[in-house]
């Protein structure tokens, strides 16, 4: 079946979700208000089920080739020591840039199809299409449209950074401290990925004073990067999760990425499942009429990424645990063996 699609927001969910119906004979417009794609990100993790989501775009070969595949990972204590060595090749990641994967899903696209510099307009404006994919983010416009503003995410007590630096690393390592983690990646193009979170007020001042004063004592691959970054390079976020929606779809709108359930980024799962929506969606939408599609991507989507959103917010607060340190460690390490 094929139809009439608008795309409220073009992000990985959104663009992810324009590339699967066009290839299956939907018109489609996507309104995006920014000017063009961005030009500066952080390094993403595609797991499977995200590599399998660009499978079926057919992006998956080419992000292969560009990313940096992650299948170890180990976690360290603040002076550099191992807490525990994850090493599995059934669950490889590919490390690529949001710039460079947002391109990707462009180049997939006719042209004309990304409105790029529009905002998406009113839901009460929409009615000559058959349905309304909301990919308009945690701040969706859409979602407080349909559920009302009680449903907006919530602080998760986490700030975080994010940056980049130029060099190579095959390793890939997070380290946890006392109420704050540091995390290190490769990623494409000569460049290494960093990440830090700490628990703080929503609000609390960042920067590389911040980060400096916070982790300058830590061992010497975070000092090495710390050493290197600018104001320029340092994206600085609170951290926000959704609470549990009634329902992922309302008449002919579907919710999908951080507008259905945004989560922290301690699994590196967000932008995944965001993909995995979007394939899930438009793989129904081909298949069977738009109300009885719907109604199947509801009861596919929202029971797992409710226990995603749970899982991170759980893996964040042991990753940046302020108390019984040794205890914490001592558990990851031994879980770590097994995994």
Not at 26 to 32: I, L
Not at 178 to 183: E, S
Not at 212 to 221: A, I, N, T, V
Request: net charge positive.
């Amino acid at each position: 079946m094929a139809g009439k699609a608008a795309i409220l927001g073009g992000g990985l969910g959104g663009l992810t979700a324009a590339n699967l119906l066009t290839r299956r004979g939907w018109d489609v417009s996507v309104f995006e208000r920014s000017p063009a794609p961005p030009t500066t990100g952080t390094a993403l993790g595609m797991w499977p089920a995200a590599m399998a989501a660009l499978d079926a775009v057919g992006l998956g070969a080419r992000v292969r080739q560009l990313g940096a595949p992650q299948h170890r990972v180990a976690f360290l204590r603040p002076d550099g020591s191992v807490i525990g060595r994850v090493d599995s090749a059934r669950r490889t990641a590919y490390l690529v840039s949001r710039p460079a994967l947002l391109n990707l899903l462009v180049d997939g696209l006719p042209d004309g199809v990304v409105r790029f510099g529009v905002p998406a307009p009113d839901l009460g404006t929409l009615a000559g299409f058959d349905v309304v994919v909301a990919a308009d983010g945690t701040r969706s416009a859409t979602r407080d449209v349909l559920f009302g503003t009680r449903y907006r995410p919530v602080y998760t007590g986490l700030t975080a950074w994010r940056g980049w630096i130029p060099g190579e690393t095959r390793a890939v390592t997070e380290t946890w401290g006392r109420g704050a983690l540091f995390g290190i990646t490769p990623r494409e193009g000569g460049l290494v990925n960093w990440f830090a979170a700490v628990r703080a007020p929503a609000g609390a001042p960042g920067g590389p004073t911040t980060l400096r004063d916070r982790f300058g004592d830590w061992h010497q691959d975070v000092r090495k990067i710390l050493e290197q970054i600018g104001a320029e390079e340092v994206l600085h976020h609170d951290l926000y999760e959704s609470p549990a929606l009634p329902s992922y779809v309302r008449g002919n709108v579907a919710l999908i990425g951080d507008a259905a359930h945004s989560m922290a980024p301690n699994l590196g799962r967000g932008a995944c499942e965001a993909m995995v929506d979007a394939v899930t969606l438009g793989r129904l939408l081909a298949a069977h009429p738009v109300p009885d599609a719907l109604r199947r991507y509801d009861r596919a989507r929202r029971r797992p990424t409710r226990r995603l959103v749970r899982a991170s917010h759980v893996v964040g607060r042991v990753a940046t645990a302020e108390r019984w340190i040794g205890l914490r460690d001592t558990v990851v390490g031994l879980g770590a063996r097994f995994a």
